[in-house]
């Protein structure tokens, strides 16, 4: 489904990104892990279009999308969540998630004037989404509530629903254990886990908690220095010497 190939980010001297190559095959979840500074969310920045990559080659779906946007990428089923939720804090929850699916009739002046009742048609039905979205979070008691006052845990639950309202095919999560009590975050997984084996979306996730990671993730890809040291099932990552070096400054024989 997505392919990097020798992805380079350079700020001026610095590479963030520095040679990344990897495959994301379809209706996986990808864990992406390596130490603070390793260049992962940079390395989500280019994919989802919020940086063009100094040098390297995207493709999704077998198509160079490398100069592309992140609007552009969006209409593609291509769509990320931030580690800290980019809620609209005054609308309810309800409202957040009909904000989503795009070219809504009622975004245009003229169709408000001459195409009314299309317009609320699309309504009712972006409406009625939108509710059942929320039930398949756990979150309608919540519906009406603006988003500005949910808990950290719920937000991310949202967050992942504004996903659910699109026809996203690749969904990178950034840090979704990022700030949730224990509870949410045994309810997130559970969600995560269904759209991936009941209505087949692919992830790529990247997060610290190696619970999680451990739970959900095959295969786990593990950056530092903005490079990939190692990419394979869970087991065969946590003991590699390389990835224990990047995260603890030690290898298997220092830590014996």
């Not at 089923?77 to 904000?99: C, D, S, W, Y």
């Not at 990247?206 to 993730?217: A, P, V």
């Not at 903005?226 to 290898?251: C, H, M």
Request: proline share 4%; glycine share 8%.
């Amino acid at each position: 489904m997505l392919e990097l190939d020798q992805l380079v980010m350079d700020f001026s001297g610095f590479k963030a990104v520095n040679g990344c190559t990897f495959r994301v095959e379809e209706g996986s979840i990808t864990g992406l892990i390596g130490p603070n500074g390793a260049g992962k969310t940079t390395l989500f920045n280019l994919i989802a279009g919020a940086l063009q990559p100094t040098s390297g080659t995207i493709r999704f779906l077998g198509e160079d999308v490398t100069p592309l946007a992140s609007h552009q990428l969006f209409h593609k089923g291509l769509v990320r969540t931030f580690q800290i939720p980019h809620e609209f804090h005054k609308l309810t929850a309800l409202e957040n998630l009909m904000m989503v699916p795009p070219a809504q009739p009622g975004e245009s002046l003229l169709s408000n004037w001459f195409s009314w009742g299309r317009v609320k048609s699309t309504e009712v039905d972006v409406e009625k989404k939108a509710y059942e979205t929320l039930e398949f979070l756990e979150l309608t008691h919540i519906a009406h509530q603006r988003a500005g006052n949910l808990s950290g845990g719920q937000k991310k639950l949202l967050e992942l629903g504004r996903t659910m309202m699109t026809s996203a095919k690749l969904v990178l999560l950034d840090e979704p254990a990022a700030g949730v009590n224990r509870t949410l975050l045994r309810k997130l997984e559970s969600k995560i886990e269904l759209l991936n084996k009941e209505r087949g979306y692919t992830f790529i996730l990247i997060e610290h908690d190696m619970e999680m990671i451990e739970k959900l993730c095959d295969p786990v890809v593990c950056m530092a220095e903005g490079k990939v040291l190692i990419q394979g099932d869970f087991q065969t990552v946590r003991s590699n010497p390389q990835v224990l070096e990047a995260y603890l400054g030690e290898t298997t024989g220092d830590a014996a």
